[in-house]
């Protein structure tokens, strides 16, 4: 089973948003040297049951064999890049530079 660009479930977070946490205090979670799921227009990948999930579920690995099985499977249409730090919120969305 594999999940079209378009699905509901599915969110995206541009690269150039990511924010580095600079301006951010409080509790995040670093992925460091993470194997991603990234849309080549719309940025990383992040999962979640629905388009109001409260939790959700960044698509990523730190073993490149195990994001390649998960985007030829999952996201066809994506490619897997490595991407030096990514901040996660407590719900899984990525720490970005706009909701700071």
Not at 79 to 90: D, F, G, S, T
């Amino acid at each position: 089973m594999s999940y079209p660009e378009d699905s509901p479930r599915l969110r995206f977070v541009a690269e150039s948003e990511l924010d580095t946490g600079e301006r951010y205090s409080g509790k995040v979670t670093a992925v460091v040297n993470g194997f991603w799921a990234v849309h080549p227009q719309k940025g990383i990948v992040v999962w979640g049951y629905g388009p109001r999930s409260v939790q959700l579920y960044p698509q990523y690995n730190p073993d490149l064999r195990v994001a390649e099985k998960l985007v030829q499977s999952l996201y066809p249409w994506a490619e897997v890049k490595k991407i030096p730090l990514v901040l996660l919120r407590h719900n899984g969305m990525p720490l970005t530079k706009e909701k700071s």
